[in-house]
T-cell receptor, first 112, second 110 residues
Framework: NAGVTQTPKFQVLKTGQSMTLQCAQD?????MYWYRQDPGMGLRLIYY???????DKGEVPNGYNVSRLNKREFSLRLESAAPSQTSVYFC???????????FGAGTRLSVL | QQPVQSPQAVILREGEDAVINCSSS?????VHWYRQKHGEAPVFLMI?????EQKGHEKISASFNEKKQQSSLYLTASQLSYSGTYFC???????????FGQGTRLTINP
């Protein structure tokens, strides 16, 4: 099994450009999450989807939008990228009451 | 609100013990512990649920004091492979999401 797959692995954008980060899981998990990781800040939740058809804001949602396309896929969109969005982005999925999170390999995004 | 981890960084020699603490200001349903190697994704280590249980295997274990909303991760007789950044993730009752601490960087030297 591939687990959680994120694309692309690396991306460089110019300020104002838009892009979509893709995430897919093949574990039949109900819940999916988008985090960003900055030095010294840990993992901060951007948006999450507890089940297909629902999405909710996390701690740092400003500047982002998400789409839960189906049970497998959860995408994160930056409409107008800013240098403050330079970060490593992780997608994760979980199932069940214990909510154990399985992470993708990450997308390293630089906004110039 | 983000849980607070301490210490922020630890440097040990192989074979020494370490304790990493995680403290929350909110009532918790569970505490998770994850380890992240440099340049890689976080990997789940263990979960502790309400009830003050202690869990673990081999030389890595953890405890959860739900009255104090605190958890501790214990690494005994550390190995080189234990190096990495450790994160606690806390889940409030009915929250369906984790809030992660800022991380503790553990370096094990030969």
């Amino acid at each position: 099994n591939a687990g959680v797959t994120q694309t692309p692995k690396f991306q460089v954008l110019k300020t104002g450009q838009s892009m979509t980060l893709q995430c897919a899981q093949d574990m039949n998990h109900n819940s999916m999450y988008w985090y960003r990781q900055d030095p010294g800040m840990g993992l901060r939740l951007i948006y999450y989807s507890a089940s297909e058809g629902t999405t909710d804001k996390g701690e740092v949602p400003n500047g982002y939008n998400v789409s839960r396309l189906n049970k497998r896929e959860f995408s994160l969109r930056l409409e107008s990228a800013a240098p403050s969005q330079t970060s490593v982005y992780f997608c994760a999925s979980s199932v069940g009451q214990k909510n154990i999170q399985y992470f993708g390999a990450g997308t390293r995004l630089s906004v110039l | 609100q983000q849980p607070v981890q301490s210490p922020q960084a630890v440097i040990l020699r192989e074979g020494e013990d370490a304790v990493i603490n995680c403290s929350s200001s909110k009532a918790l349903y569970s505490v998770h512990w994850y380890r992240q190697k440099h340049g890689e994704a976080p990997v789940f280590l263990m979960i502790l649920l309400k009830g003050g249980e202690q869990k673990g295997h081999e030389k890595i274990s953890a405890s959860f004091n739900e009255k104090k909303q605190q958890s501790s991760l214990y690494l005994t007789a550390s190995q080189l492979s234990y190096s990495g950044t450790y994160f606690c993730g806390t889940e409030g009752v009915g929250a369906q999401k984790l809030v992660f601490g800022q991380g503790t960087r553990l370096t094990i030297n030969p």
